[in-house]
């Protein structure tokens, strides 16, 4: 793949793929090109985590087609091989964990599972990011939201904790952006919804964040939810613009 031709995206918008049920065993790396990506996507590469945790589910049967598209992310490296998570010095004078969180709702047609994305920020610089599957099929995209806003909760609670021993955070609740306002509703609302009882712990965990002002939500738009890049295939120009957003950049623009 050291001459294939660059892409913008590591995976195109609006993708859907089947599982596979043929017998024949694909005879190709499959499994090892998912392997390496992850790893790549752990330690620096935050713009591929949608399409890695996409196409990791195919791993267990993989088509030829599944390989085709999985390539689509080495084509994608090649064009931004000098790309990555640039931290600079911060104007920012306030030490407080800034997250965002995002789901995609039930787009999968294998299984109509939802996709959760988290991302936190300190100091304006990403330092923790997740894309995953959740565990069950929500019914309707609050509900969806409310599980994603429910791992960003558990994941600032374990920043914070960290950033308190080391000394490095003030007094300051974990602020985390949510763009699905009837979300945002529920968790400031002290009564029980009878439509989301089955849901009712994540709600009460992160309503109880919330009140005990170790969380604080705050709308944002579609457009600017930084975790949507996480959660699924993106079009070439708010897929760019949210990388610079993250802050993904050629390494030679940092001058640090």
Known sequence: MKQ???VSTPMEAGLQLLKSEAEKKLNKSYRELIGCLTYLMVTSRPDISAAVN???QFQSNPSEEHWVHAKRMLRYLRG???HGLVYERSSVPIRQVVGFADSNWATDVNDRRSVSGILFKLYEATICWSTRKQSTVSLSSTEAECSALADAACEATWIQKVLNELG????KPSLVYEDNQSTIAIMKSTGPSKRLKHTDVKIKYVSECVAKKKLEICYISTSEQQA???TKGLSAIPFRKLCCNIGIFPQTQSNN
């Open 4 to 6: 294939c031709k660059s």
């Open 54 to 56: 996409y196409f990791s």
């Open 80 to 82: 931004t091989a000098d």
């Open 168 to 171: 490095l955070l003030e007094a």
């Open 228 to 230: 949507d890049l996480l």
